[in-house]
């Protein structure tokens, strides 16, 4: 006999899985409202005022708060194998300092070692991540010019999910245009997004030989072969091949006002291209590469290098929305692993750290001051991230059905920033004594509450991962679009319309080279030849006589005179 489950009265049910949020600001990508919001089972259930709610659940006061869609960071690399070592953060201290930040699913990228295919790779980052990873997690594939892209195919299916590719220009796996023209047309057939590394190999691979015959070989060697407009020819070059692919385009890593000028014109055109800026970049000034400590200077090294005076024209690229993405490139590598390049920076582990600190950081550079409002805040680190990669509505808002990844802001907190305190294994923090004003309050992840107040529990295993579905409607819509505007249209044309070329004279088709004969022609030179004259005696015998070499003129024109004459 089998013991009927015996039903439990909903207002008896454990408040764990419903929680009510209550007298707090609600900020969306597209406004923001006083509102509650009930949660249950990992989901948004309610959002308005005087909701009727069932009992037992728990109450949160948000009074003075904002509440936000927990952040989606695209650009987070942990226990990358490189350089003979992997990042040092692994996938569950990678992403409880996610959660710590206010991150709630972040996006890290495979690549696949040599002789080893992308189903290979994919299988192995999965294994990696599931049993550590605490928040959701997408996954990207890294590309290379050697690759077979028919295999891509199998990695857009909806069991492995996998709408996103990398391409670079520069590095270990820099591919020529050629090769990116074709991964760019493979990526649009298969209803992807191209992320790119945009930077000019060839001006790289100059400047660091030079460097290394200058005898430079601390970390502002790097910095100094990488050049701002290394970066500049790539982006507009990056925005040109893919236009010409009617392929969408992200640009990872913008570090120049300059680059991120180029894409906000190639947007003005109608490209379907966008970029991303990081903490880094709108808070650390590529003069660290010069300071006189060589631990100091390492910390710094990311690629593409931090630029000089650059931070306030990155910032203001956001309020302007030629940037639409505020990402991490968590990349951490501690300081004996950057040591591993003392002798030559080429050898320098590059990355930094970032995906505890992006909210907070742009929270104090961009709100705070004033530059961009609270619903671009949610639009740069939440909302567009997701829609890029057809995540969004289930992340990047606070909707009815939405995923239950909130954030409760705190708009009065004052935080230093530093090693000290931040979650990563690194051993150094390029924010050291930097000063934030703002950080997460409560943080929940699907509707689980990892963060309450100074309580903070993540736990291990609890991130899943999240199948991407191909043919983003925002991107593809903007692509057909633009091809609607520009259409490839022949002109028909009768025979009458057709140039003749039958019965042309040489004078009117000359043949593709000269006659061996044909002497050029020369308005200078005259028709006759004087040494032919009749009455003319042979040039050559006059001019070999022995009687001409004393030839005295008796009369000259215009009468005697002295001297020669």
Not at 129 to 140: P, R, W
Not at 210 to 234: D, L, V
């Amino acid at each position: 006999m089998v013991t009927p489950v015996k039903r439990v009265p909903i207002h008896l049910q454990s408040a764990q899985n419903r929680i009510l949020i209550k007298n707090g600001t609600v900020v969306n990508h597209d406004g923001e409202q006083q509102a509650d919001i009930y949660i249950e089972d990992s989901t948004v259930r309610m959002v308005g005022n005087h909701l009727i709610i069932p009992g037992g659940t728990r109450t949160i006061d948000a009074a003075g708060k904002f509440i936000l869609p927990g952040g989606v960071d695209l650009n987070v690399h942990l226990q990358r194998p490189g350089y003979g070592t992997q990042t040092i953060d692994d996938f569950y201290q990678g992403s409880k300092a996610a959660l710590a930040g206010g991150t709630t699913m972040i996006m890290d990228m495979v690549v696949p070692a040599a002789n080893e295919t992308p189903i290979e790779a994919f299988g192995k980052w999965r294994k990696w991540a599931d049993d550590k990873v605490c928040c959701d997690y997408a996954l990207k594939m890294q590309l290379s010019g050697d690759m077979d892209l028919d295999q891509l195919e199998d990695l857009v299916t909806p069991e492995i999910g996998i709408n996103t590719f990398q391409i670079d220009m520069a590095g270990d796996h820099k591919m020529n245009d050629k090769q990116i023209m074709a991964a760019l047309d493979k990526v649009a057939g298969l209803g992807g997004l191209a992320m790119m590394y945009a930077e000019n190999g060839t001006i790289i691979q100059e400047c660091e030989n030079k460097m290394n015959a200058a005898g430079i070989e601390g970390p502002e060697g790097h910095a100094m072969s990488h050049p701002e407009e290394a970066q500049t020819e790539a982006v507009m070059r990056g925005c040109v091949l893919a236009n010409a692919s009617e392929c969408p385009l992200y640009v990872t890593n913008v570090m120049s006002g300059a680059a991120a000028d180029i894409i906000r014109k190639r947007k003005a055109k109608g490209y379907v291209v966008t970029g991303e800026v990081t903490p880094a970049s709108i808070s650390c000034d590529g003069e660290n590469y010069w300071n006189q400590s060589w631990v100091h200077s390492a910390a710094y090294v990311c690629t593409p290098p931090l630029c000089k005076g650059e931070t306030e024209n990155l910032l203001n690229c956001t309020a302007d929305s030629s940037i639409e993405v505020f990402a991490s490139h968590h990349k951490p590598y501690n300081s004996k692993q950057k040591a591993l390049g003392a002798t030559n920076f080429k050898l320098i582990p590059k990355g930094v750290i970032g995906v505890e600190e992006r909210l907070s950081i742009l929270w104090t550079k961009g709100v705070e001051t004033g530059k961009i409002s609270r619903p671009q805040f949610v639009s740069l680190i939440s909302t567009n991230p997701a829609k890029l990669i057809n995540a969004f509505p289930q992340k990047g808002v606070i909707e009815v059905g939405a995923d239950a990844d909130l954030v409760i802001w705190n708009p009065d907190v004052d935080k230093t920033l530093g090693k000290e305190e931040h979650l990563s294994k690194c051993d150094q923090s390029i924010f050291q004594g930097m000063k934030v004003k703002g950080a997460p309050e409560y943080v929940l992840c699907r509707g689980r509450l990892v963060k309450d107040q100074d309580i903070f529990r993540p736990m291990q295993g609890f991130g899943l991962y999240r199948e991407l579905e191909p043919f983003n409607a925002d991107l593809y819509d903007k692509i057909r679009e633009q091809k609607e505007n520009i259409p490839m249209r022949a002109v028909q044309r009768t025979s009458v319309d057709l140039p003749v070329t039958n019965g042309a004279s040489p004078e009117e088709m000359p043949p593709p080279e000269p006659a061996d004969d044909e002497k050029p022609s020369d308005q200078q030179r005259s028709s006759v030849d004087l040494t032919s004259h009749p009455d003319t005696p042979d040039f050559d015998t006059s001019r070999a006589s022995s009687a001409r070499s004393s030839v005295r003129v008796r009369a000259p024109p215009g009468g005697a005179s002295s001297g020669f004459w």
